[in-house]
């Protein structure tokens, strides 16, 4: 069996007897150590081997068709100019529908074509799961929208964050870790997600498996629902890198319990490491 069929069985198996993908996930890597042989490891040992180098293309990588790479292309430079005029803050809210009317009237961005949208409708509802990526779809219409009364822009960030159980635990956080704490990404709305998504794609000639690795294509991220990630003052990109997890922030929210990781280490959803990220959503 293949590495990415049988990932795909276990976690599938996982939802359909109601088990979180993420214990289900360390339920088969503990499996896996005790007692398992084979072609079984060998699976694991492959998958891990992957996560551990996800920056880096590898055998069985699923990629933007040929034929459709000038249209992907297109899509990527007019997501970027629709960034730039709308302001990256808004972008974040920003829904498909609005993103759509606002292009269209603003020759700088330039209508969306048929096929553009095609093209994205086609993204959004492909099964994540044939790039390799194993986490819960938490955005299921590509007409699904951030509702801006639910949200609040959270000073000197650029970003926002949701009322309610995600902004209560941000400021829990700033309270007790101090200054030092940043707010590095708020809400992200589907246009967000695919920017991030085929922007990453795009920079390794359209891998969609290499950018499913550390950016949860358009639809799969909880950022749509209440999670946020953090960083330290002065650390600037690093912070979504391993040296985050050397800083006083990161210890420190260690200590108080907020690392109640969605993407934890040796984690079987497709998805690298990520200490920055704060698991708010159940």
Known sequence: MKRREFLKIAVMGAIGWGIAPEVMAQNIMMSARVSLPGEFDDNIKDYLHKMEHFDEPQTGDVRIDVGEYRVFESVVMRLRRLQQLVGHGNFQKLSFD????????????????????????????????????????????????????????????GNYLYRGAPLKTFEEIRRQVGEDVRLTSGIRGIMKQFLLFLNKAYRHGGNLSLASR?????????????????????????????????????????????????????????????????????
């Open 98 to 157: 609005r993103g759509i009317r606002i292009a269209r009237r603003y020759s700088e961005v330039g209508e969306f074509s048929r096929v553009e949208t095609g093209f994205m409708e086609k993204i959004f509802y492909t099964d994540a799961s044939l790039y390799g990526f194993f986490g819960q779809k938490t955005m299921h219409n590509l007409t699904d929208s951030v509702r801006v009364k639910d949200v609040v822009r959270i000073p000197y960030t």
């Open 214 to 282: 550390s950016i949860a294509p358009p639809g799969y991220s909880f950022h749509a629902n209440g999670d946020f990630d953090v960083g330290q003052a002065g650390l600037g990109a690093d912070n979504f890198t391993g040296r985050f997890t050397t800083t006083k922030v990161y210890k420190r929210l260690n200590d108080l319990g907020y690392l109640t990781l969605r993407y934890p280490q040796k984690n079987l959803l497709g998805v690298r490491f990520e200490p920055w990220h704060i698991k708010v959503v159940a």
